[in-house]
């Protein structure tokens, strides 16, 4: 990504802490430069620091009886006369020295250095000019941004590069995140695996063990790539069980075997798999169909999806014979969900041989085969399957308990609840959060999910998290581990979001169909709209966090200041002002409570004299002397007492 594609200045950065949010963006050698003048300030408040410190020590630690006239050795002293004087006094030296200073001034002067030396060296670290490669914002100039774009314009190649990204920098085995942190992969959000959950299917066909499970992740738009104020998260999941293959497998006159998952009332429903046995043991045949199988000589990941349900791919018809009426091609009547959308991915092992055995639902094998005197294990079945379904719901507002029901991807842009959100924004005129809300949601239910990247790949995905090696006999030879069909789910399920956030970098120059919220996406509105805040890795960038920056040097600023005399001078003017000031107000405060204290002491005095006067009682010349005392109506007049007369209080 060349300099001019990137936003630098001051940018505000919604997914960081709210200290950190406001980034300042600059080129490696303005960042250097930058950095280079702060050391340098860093250095010149170090000196002010020390006359600072000189004061202190002159006040607090040094000599109490002073001659008149005499000159104070402290504030004349240098650090490093400072310290030297505190080596020579540690090695119990003779020194001719009229004046005593003592060893907390060159215990202060290398406190001071070594910490402003650590200031200057961790200060930038500490305001983001780490290792780590910065978090950077695209320009908001949308033609630049537009001729910029080096990723690929097809989702097939998208795809193939989001394999390529997981394998080099997520995978178990991968580089390290210094290596990969300059691509989209630089962030990985956490993936929830949910184990033990129900079928998601209405129909018998989920195998009793191991039991379904879930993968769910919790997405901002940062983590999709796209900087946005609006507050809204996207709650992504993918449920999958392994499947009973027996009522998927039928027999035709032509090609004998096959394994389908459309409707079984087609005479040969699509889409399907030709088979070479009956894939048993099950009701169609008690034999072991891996060790018959004779064509290929590895791993054949293959998923079956419904073309209809995809979003973004127009119905595909059939014609039916009787009728000759277009139909539309229908999942079978067990995988049927409504709130979901629905796929098979299929394994066909072919001459792969384990190196143990092993019970997983994609990867079984169980038949031991000697060969030259080690064990290998073939698998069990022909083609094994795990179906799964995908759904999603988008939340707004913290802490996101506002969220829609889960639905299938495709029904994200005609969901009530979200229909519902953009008209309230638009009638609390929020139309600019709606335009930031809706096409990120609108791109992502197109591009990131697992359907979608298996509809980019052809339908034949590659293994993400399985270890190959071919053998001396020409077969693959692989060593895999428990719960191995969980990792490749989850491998799939990470690369869609890579597949995601390569086709939001991709949306700025490409021409596609209209959109429903306002324009038309290769309006150049749209485009500017995108193009502007899409977060991308850059490591010819350096970033600031602004608001620590201004922090540091305003202390800075500040100490360098009160270090000269006239404003160390007026500074404890004003604080002297200000102690007086306060003192008066704490006069008044309690002269105040004293009066409302008396004040009602005098009301309890009154309605006794009145009761007793009611009584026919009177009242006592001395509580008639105490209640006429000046003292309760001047508050002018100092307050007497027998110890303390003449003093005022």
């Known amino acids: ?35 280079a003048v702060v050391a340098i300030f860093v250095g010149f408040t170090q000196t002010r620091f020390w006359i600072i410190l000189q004061h202190a020590l002159d006040r607090w630690a040094g000599p109490q009886l002073q001659l008149p006239g005499s000159e104070r050795p402290i504030k004349k002293l240098s650090q490093a006369q400072a310290i030297a004087r505190l080596l020579r006094s540690s090695r119990h030296s003779v020194t001719t020295d009229m004046h005593y200073v003592p060893p907390s001034c060159g215990i202060a002067a290398i406190s001071n250095i070594v910490g402003f030396l650590a200031l200057g060296a961790l200060l930038p670290w500490g305001l983001g ?84 499970i879930s993968l769910e992740h919790d997405l901002s738009a940062s983590d999709l790539g796209v900087n946005t104020k609006a507050d809204y998260r996207i709650k992504h999941k993918l449920t999958c069980a392994p499947l009973k293959t027996d009522d998927f497998i039928a027999n035709s006159s032509d090609h004998g075997p096959f394994f389908f998952i459309g409707d079984p009332n087609w005479r040969k429903p699509d889409p399907s798999i030709s088979l070479e046995t009956s894939n048993g043991p099950n009701r169609h045949s ?87 005197g080690f064990n290998l294990s073939v698998p069990d079945f022909e083609l094994t399957a795990v179906g799964c379904a995908e759904q999603y719901t988008v939340c707004n507002g913290h802490p996101y308990n506002d969220c829609e029901a889960w639905h299938m991807p495709n029904r994200l842009q005609s969901s009530p609840w979200l229909q519902s ?177 008396r004040g009602s002491l005098r009301s309890w005095v009154d309605h006794f004299q009145a009761l007793r006067s009611w009584g026919g009682g009177k009242t006592p010349a001395s509580a008639q002397r105490h209640s006429t005392s000046p003292l309760e109506f001047d508050p002018v007049r100092p307050i007497v007492s027998g110890s303390n007369v003449g003093r005022t209080t």
């Open 129 to 212: 000019a780490s290792v780590e490669t910065p978090i950077v914002q695209s320009s908001t100039n949308a033609t630049q941004c537009q001729a910029g774009w080096t990723n690929p314009q097809s989702r097939f190649r998208g795809a193939q590069l989001a394999q390529s990204l997981y394998s080099q920098c997520w995978a178990e085995k991968a580089n390290s995140y210094y290596q990969c942190s300059n691509t989209v992969a630089g962030s990985r959000p956490k993936v929830v695996v949910n184990a033990n959950v129900s079928c998601p299917f209405p129909g018998d066909i989920c195998q009793a063990a191991p039991s379904p």
């Open 1 to 35: 990504m060349s300099p001019m594609e990137v936003h630098t200045g001051l940018w505000w950065h919604n997914a960081l802490p709210a200290l950190s949010r406001w980034q300042l963006t600059l080129t490696d050698n303005q960042a250097f430069a930058f950095m």
């Open 421 to 597: 959100l953009q008209q309230k924004l638009v009638e609390t005129r929020q139309q600019a959060t709606a335009d930031d809300i809706f096409p990120v949601l609108n791109r992502f239910r197109e591009t990131g999910s697992v359907d979608a990247y298996f509809a980019a790949m052809g339908g034949e995905p590659k293994l993400l998290a399985t270890p190959l090696q071919w053998g001396s006999n020409g077969y693959l030879t692989t060593r895999l581990s428990a719960n191995q069909w969980i990792k490749e789910l989850s491998a799939w399920f990470e690369t869609s979001l890579l597949c995601a956030r390569i086709e939001l970098l991709d949306v700025a120059k490409r021409t596609l169909p209209r959109t429903s919220w306002g324009w038309q996406r290769h309006d150049p509105r749209y485009r500017h709209d995108v193009c502007n805040r899409l977060l991308l890795p850059s490591e010819d960038h350096t970033n600031i966090a602004f608001t620590p920056l201004l922090i540091a040097l305003s202390t800075l600023a500040f100490v360098s200041l009160i270090s000269y005399d006239p404003v160390r001078n007026a500074a404890g003017n004003v604080v002297a002002v200000s102690q007086r000031l306060l003192a008066y107000m704490r006069l008044a405060v309690r002269s105040a409570a004293r009066l409302r204290h």
């Open 286 to 372: 008690t034999a072991y169909s891996g060790p018959k199988v004779t064509t290929g000589s590895g791993f054949r990941v293959k998923t079956l999806l419904i073309p209809d349900q995809r979003p973004g791919r127009q119905h595909v018809h059939v014609n039916n014979n009787s009728s000759h009426s277009p139909l539309q091609l229908q999942l079978h009547p067990s995988l049927r969900l409504r709130i979901a959308q629905v796929f098979v991915v299929t394994l066909r092992a072919g001459g792969t041989k384990y190196m143990s055995p092993l019970r997983d639902p994609l990867f079984a094998s169980h038949d031991v085969t000697p060969r030259r």
